[in-house]
């Protein structure tokens, strides 16, 4: 099951949380500044033990003081324009974070709008890849949310789901 939500990430009572990281793992702003202040500085100290992580990747840690289990770290790509394969490195990296999720058994996980902020990727076609992967893994977990942080986001997003249940129906 796929739900839409608007609201902080960091008080979802979820089995792991996704994170919109940087290469580097070391915490920065947006989602993944609310993340790193909500878990604490024991996030910090672990993922500086990761060694970064590429962009279309992911790497998981415990979610320490959070309400969540686990933290995936997916690094998305920084908007270029199209020409640099951001649309390949987004899938990829949603891709990676429901792979990580499944080796550690978790049913529930809630995942930010990747590389939306910042990172500067449209929105509509960075729902369009977003929405496609989750529904890709849907069927492997009990729940997965989609957590946007605007009700504009949380409409695109309904909007987006809507269609393409509608090409793949009938
Ligand atoms: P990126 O660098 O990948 O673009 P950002 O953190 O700048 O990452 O933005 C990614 C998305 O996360 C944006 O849609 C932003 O509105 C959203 N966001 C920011 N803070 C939070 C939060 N606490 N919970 C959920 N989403 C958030």
């Not at 320490?64 to 199209?82: E, K, M, S, T």
């Not at 890849?129 to 989750?134: N, P």
Request: charged share 20%.
């Amino acid at each position: 099951m796929i739900s839409i939500v608007c609201t902080d990430i960091t008080t979802l009572q979820v089995d792991a949380i996704v994170n919109a990281a940087n290469t580097g793992l070391r915490g920065g702003g947006g989602v993944d500044g609310a993340i790193h202040r909500a878990a604490g500085p024991q996030l910090q100290e672990y993922c500086q033990r990761l060694n970064g992580c590429r962009t279309g990747d992911a790497k998981i840690s415990p979610g320490f003081d959070l309400p969540a289990r686990w933290v995936i770290h997916a690094v998305g790509p920084i908007w270029q324009g199209g020409g640099g394969n951001e649309s390949a490195l987004l899938a990829a990296c949603y891709l990676n974070a429901f792979e990580q999720a499944l080796a550690k058994r978790v049913k529930s996980i809630a995942l930010p709008c990747i590389s939306t902020g910042a990172y500067g990727y449209p929105k509509p076609e960075a729902a369009t890849i977003a929405l496609t992967a989750m529904r890709d893994f849907e069927s492997h977990f009990d729940k997965i949310v989609a957590c946007c942080f605007s009700e504009e986001d949380a409409g695109l997003y309904r909007q987006t789901l809507a269609r393409l249940r509608g090409e793949t129906a009938g």
